[in-house]
């Protein structure tokens, strides 16, 4: 019961902050889970299956805000949903005890770029909106790709890029984003269920994941509107980090277990240091473009 409540909460808390900032439900669901020991299909598996109906929610509640783009979000379907169906094939084929470490390698460089995209950008770029598909399709299924491989990607790649080329103004990205995470979300569901069948998926982390991120969906579509995307952005970064940490350090045998609890204070230096110089740089003006569209 204390697990279930844990993802349920971890379910709430994820989707709290991929609905206000766009990324990182699969990434700190799927990291949790994989420090919980379970496999990487599994827990992407389960996290997908999970997404299908809490992305369902946020994208309902997103539009009822006014936070989506349509066109953006229909040219971002079809190839974010067939990147996401080949890598969760792709990913269901590999040994789970042999990936693990590796996937949360890509996690950690994950929460790197997070937290150094929304510590040191300053302002967004202000031109026309980009909605070519010659730029979207790219962009939506190497997303999709990596979102299913690693449990999260897609809003981790898709915001940051189109926040900073795209030229609409944060919230729009940040819906538009959530509510096509749906069809990828369902593409990387059929694709797992294909590779690893019905059996390997544990329902009951499924459903508490989902009940968690259900309540959280409307709070965050209004959240979207009131906390500074950097400050959560810095905030997330830092956490995906850390908790991909232990993984990396009992996945690789040779680093010293003596500097486990060295290397675990230095992330917490940082990522406390990072969202200090966050909170003093939002309250300088520094971030502009987060303050005037908010």
């Known amino acids: 019961m204390q697990k279930l409540l844990i993802l349920a909460l971890a379910g709430f808390v994820a989707q709290l902050v991929d609905g206000s900032l766009g990324m990182a439900y699969g990434v700190t669901s799927t990291s949790l889970l994989l420090l919980l020991g379970i496999a990487p299909a599994v827990a992407s598996a ?12 946020s994208g309902i509640s997103h539009m009822r ?7 953006l979000v229909r040219r971002l379907i079809l190839p974010g949903s067939a990147g996401a169906f080949i890598g969760a094939c792709f990913l269901s084929s590999l040994p789970g005890d042999v990936i693990k470490p590796y996937i ?4 950690f460089l994950l929460g790197i770029y997070v937290m150094w995209r929304f510590l040191f950008n300053r302002r967004h770029a202000v031109h026309q909106p980009n909605t070519s598909p010659k730029f979207l399709f790219p962009l939506g299924l190497s997303a999709g790709f990596l979102d299913a491989t690693g449990g999260g990607g897609w809003g981790p790649l898709s915001t940051p890029i189109l926040m900073s080329r795209h030229g609409m103004e944060t919230r729009k990205v940040i819906g538009s984003v959530d509510t ?6 369902v593409s990387a569901t059929l694709g ?10 544990s329902w009951t982390w499924v459903v508490a994941l989902m009940i968690g991120g259900i309540v959280a969906a409307p709070i965050a579509a209004w959240l979207v509107r009131v906390i500074p995307s950097h400050l959560l952005g810095v905030t997330v970064g830092g956490m995906i980090i850390f908790t991909n940490t232990q993984t990396l350090l009992t996945g690789f045998s040779f680093i010293p277990s003596t500097w486990h609890t060295v290397i675990y204070v230095f992330v917490v230096l940082c990522w406390g240091g990072a969202i200090g110089l966050a909170v003093y740089r939002y309250r300088k003006g520094y971030y502009q473009e987060s303050s005037s569209h908010r």
């Open 46 to 57: 389960s996290v997908h299956m999970a997404e299908v109906v809490t992305t369902a929610a």
């Open 65 to 71: 805000f006014g936070n989506v783009d349509r066109i």
């Open 104 to 107: 949360a390698i890509f996690l």
């Open 180 to 185: 096509s995470e749906f069809f990828i979300a």
């Open 192 to 201: 797992f269920l294909i590779s690893l069948g019905w059996s390997n998926v």
